[in-house]
């Protein structure tokens, strides 16, 4: 590993200004995708600045009942809270699908949102990657490609995001804090992730300068009846081929009241199903529906020469997670 | 190079590193505790699986300085039924992936005690519920065992579970 100066930060104020004073400086908080990237060569920085005793790990329900989750929260305390398991379960869920038990004690909620793609031609060095070496090509295009993304790819980059929490997160409408010298701000979350374009090393919304203080989630009673579902090569511990992350609510007269879906493993972003959010609100809640849900979301979807089984898994899961939440929802 | 002040098994150990080391590479190439392994090196084997203040972390994945005055367990550290139970019921064959196996599952039994759910929890909402076999499979995912010693791994648990 590359040699860095290693500053540990004491609070909020001096982080920022440590970050603001070092350009070429990078936050460290878990380390659990940070500290393998700066051992591969592909993350660089010349001052790593360790803010986890910074405090901002707490979980607090605000006055008008949304809940403000601390960036540094780990992720096994964030998916073992009484609130999000009985309020929002598909972000417990979602969260419990990623990694391992050890990993998800030292990640944290800031940190999931900035991890990177673990596309293997961004990892190997001596592969064209475009998010790695901006111009160099992409070798993915050509290559083994079956864990790549089918929605919002372009020319130049198909890296999947590989975030579980984020894709819970994108459906449940949350917003991130970030600050900086400058100022505070709010970014939906929907809007954190960047689509690659032409300029796929660019990721998110987040400035250089730019820590991520929190994450927000509104008030959505729909969220009580919601699930997230993986498909993955093994039953526990890998990447997802697809995520389905969804939340529906059923009135009386049989038809959708409020609706909240998002994919992942399909997405270059986190991938909130606004299309197929669009067929089911305000439609009855049967399989016809669902189906017609699922094709509209995945109309745009290319795939590539080995990952195009995603598209129709995508579809088949939406269908199969929506029918799940009909029955889930009449039981209760 | 700076001094780095490590807590380990109840010890206080002072270091000369740089930043860049490892928690796996002090415990292993500064402080001589060969007990955790490393098997991957990236976080993907669990094989260097230690606690901190009793919370299993693996230990190739972060700075030995994020974790300076914080209370860290090695297998040297540690005295529980669970390692009996290993051998009882050959939770184990060539022996690597078992130092790990034993911290991991250590703070997995404190978490499950907890009432932290698992992947495999069907009811988010109710806490507590029996610790099955397929509640240990998937909580000790992290873990892998190249010989295969899985049933072993655990029955050992589950014997020793409460």
Sequence with gaps: MKTFAYVRAADVDTALQSITSEPR????AGGTNLV?????????????????????DEIEELADGRLRIGALVRNSRLAADPLIRTRYPMLSQAILHGASGQLRNMATVGGN????????????????????????????????????????????????????????????????????????????????????????????ELDADELITAVELPVLPVAANSRFRKVRDRVSYAFALVSVAAAMEVGEDGTIGAIRLA????????????EAEQVLLGAAATEETFHRAAEAELASATGLSGNSFKIDLAR????????QLLTDGSAA | MPDLRLRVNGRQEVLSAQPQV?????????????????GCDQGA?????????????????TLAVQYEDREITTIEGVDHPLQEAFVRHDGLQCGYCTSGQICSAIGMLAEHKEGAPSAATEHLAVTGGELTAAEIRERMSGNIC???????????IREVAP
């Design chain 2, 22 to 38: 490892s928690l796996l590479d002090a415990l292993r190439e500064y402080l001589g505790l060969t007990g955790t392994k490393k």
């Design chain 1, 316 to 323: 088949r899961t939406i269908v199969a997670v929506l029918r």
């Design chain 2, 146 to 156: 190249r010989c295969g010693a899985y049933n072993g791994i655990v029955d050992a």
């Design chain 1, 36 to 56: 393998d990237l700066m051992r591969e060569g592909i993350e660089r920085p010349e001052t790593v600045i360790d803010i986890t005793r910074l405090p901002l």
């Design chain 1, 113 to 204: 949102l900035l991890q990177r793609t673990r596309c293997l031609y961004f990892y190997d060095e001596a592969s064209a990657c475009n998010k790695r070496e901006p111009g160099a090509g992409c070798a993915a295009l050509e290559g083994f490609n079956r864990g790549n993304a089918v929605l919002g790819t372009s020319d130049h980059c198909v890296a999947t995001h590989p975030s579980d929490m984020a894709v819970a997160l994108a459906a449940l409408d949350a917003t991130v804090e970030v600050k900086s010298t400058r100022g505070t701000r709010n970014i939906a979350l929907t809007e954190f992730h960047r689509l690659p374009g032409a300029t796929p090393h660019l990721e998110t």
């Design chain 2, 45 to 61: 084997c669990g094989a260097c699986t230690v606690l901190v203040d009793g919370v299993r972390i693996v230990s190739c994945l």
């Design chain 1, 263 to 274: 994919l992942g493993g399909v997405g270059t972003k986190p991938w909130r199903a606004y």
């Design chain 1, 25 to 28: 400086a990078k936050f460290l």
